[in-house]
């Protein structure tokens, strides 16, 4: 029997905030245990939240990138359950008015639709002795503000591979990562994935019932816990058995996942509106003004650098780096020749900073070297040594241009050509019956090179040559 996978996504990332989703302590990965706490983030009776404007506004930035929805009027509620890990026994979550509604991520050629992007807290961490007799609780991650996207599975198109999932990570990473949303640092557990896989005999239109993963960490045990799920159910069904609605907890170092828990329904957390909390008013100037703060994508990015003329190899390249891509925007407003940006870029820029990752030149400095070029004022070689200098101290490129060369009039140019033309008649007439004009003309412009120090430019000088030679 063949069959389809349907896989559903839910992703929690830390945002960026310095403090606490409902209380000012500190935001802040690490730390001396249960020292970024307070009565609000421990639960402690009569404490009460409120809400972080700088972490609605992320949530709403995450949704505006990925093209959803924002609901005007949206709710905290109260999810209820009882664990360690959760001081109050309930977590501030939304259920029935979440932020953000729709939305959509490109993977391939797909637009996988997005359910819903919610802002909820995150839970403390529970740090078990090896022995396992001792449990402690570090609450230093309680409170801290997190959203939750929650893919749709149940339309088309959706996930249908773990290449897929990883892909929809990944791009989903990289947008939060662009617009400053999150930093998503996986080892730091700042972005988490659940993982939903169901399968269905191939082209069957009623879904299988669907086996949850939690807090899988990292993008190859997201990739090696859905394979393993897969191959699970396949072979239950091929064996005739049914599959059972449940929670898995996979374990990467052993490679399986085993049962955590069965059948759970939105019921069991018994939802209902945080009183403690007003409900949110978003106004559409607000979103507006947030929808102005957000860059381009990477995807677009690329479309626009193709279009000044970029190989797809080097808008790839540039796309992936946000300092490439800052360097690149800043000096594109100052020269308009993107072309001889990217080649600097990709070329003397990277082989310079690729130890510790710092451009040294400015932008402004850049821009002033290719614009003297493309003026024809600076040749290649002196346009080397000006940047070599611009990188290791602060200079003048224009004066610096100026005294090094390539600033020769026309006139001037024209002047020496001929006074060399007719200082070397032999090669003249080599020239003009010879087999290689091209290795003589290459031997004029050196000599025009010699004689200018430099400071012709040696494509205008060959123009002229080629014409005065005649
Ligand atoms: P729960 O209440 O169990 O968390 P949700 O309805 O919130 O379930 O869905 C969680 C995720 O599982 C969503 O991404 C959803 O699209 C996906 N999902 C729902 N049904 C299925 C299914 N049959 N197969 C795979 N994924 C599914
Ligand atoms: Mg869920
Ligand atoms: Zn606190």
Known sequence: MEYDVVIGLEVHAELKTKTKVFCPCKNEFGGQPNTHCCPVCLGLPGALPTLNKEAL????????????????????????????????????????????????????????????????EDAGKLIHSSDGSVTMIDYNRGGVPLIELVTEALQEPHLESAEEAVEFLEKLRQVYIFTGVADCEIEKGQMRADVNVSIKPKGSSAFGTKVEMKNIMGFKAVYRAINYEIERQKNILSKGGVIEQETRRWD???????????????????????????????????????????????????????????????????????????????????????????????????????????????????????????????????????FTKAWNENVDVEALAKTLGGNLSETELEEMIVSIIEKNPKAVSDYQNGAEPEK????????VMKESRGKANAVKAEEILKEKLK
């Open 57 to 120: 506004k992320l949530a709403i930035k995450a949704g505006l990138a990925l093209g959803c929805q924002i609901n005007e009027l949206s709710v905290f509620e109260r999810k209820n359950y009882f664990y360690p890990d959760l001081p109050k026994a309930y977590q501030i979550s939304q259920m029935v008015r979440p932020i953000c509604l729709g939305g959509h991520l490109k993977v391939g050629e797909k637009e996988i639709p997005i359910n819903r992007i919610h802002l909820e």
């Open 252 to 386: 990467d170092n052993a490679q399986e996942s085993y049962t955590m828990r069965k059948k759970e329904n939105a019921q069991d957390y018994r939802y209902f509106p945080d009183p403690d909390l007003l409900a949110v008013e978003v106004s559409k100037t607000v979103v507006d003004e947030i929808r102005r703060e957000i860059p381009m994508l990477p995807e677009e990015l690329k479309e626009k650098y193709l279009s000044l003329g970029l190989s797809d190899y080097e808008a790839s390249i540039i796309v992936k780096d946000q300092n490439l891509i800052d360097f690149f925007e800043k000096t594109l407003k100052l020269c308009s020749n993107a072309k001889a940006i990217s080649n600097w870029l990709l070329g003397e820029i990277s082989s310079l900073s690729k130890d510790d990752n710092m451009i040294k030149i400015s932008p402004d400095d850049m821009a002033k070297i290719i614009n003297l070029m493309d003026d024809g004022k600076l040749n290649r070689s002196v346009a080397k040594t000006i």
């Open 440 to 447: 003589l003309l290459k031997w004029f412009v050196g000599q």
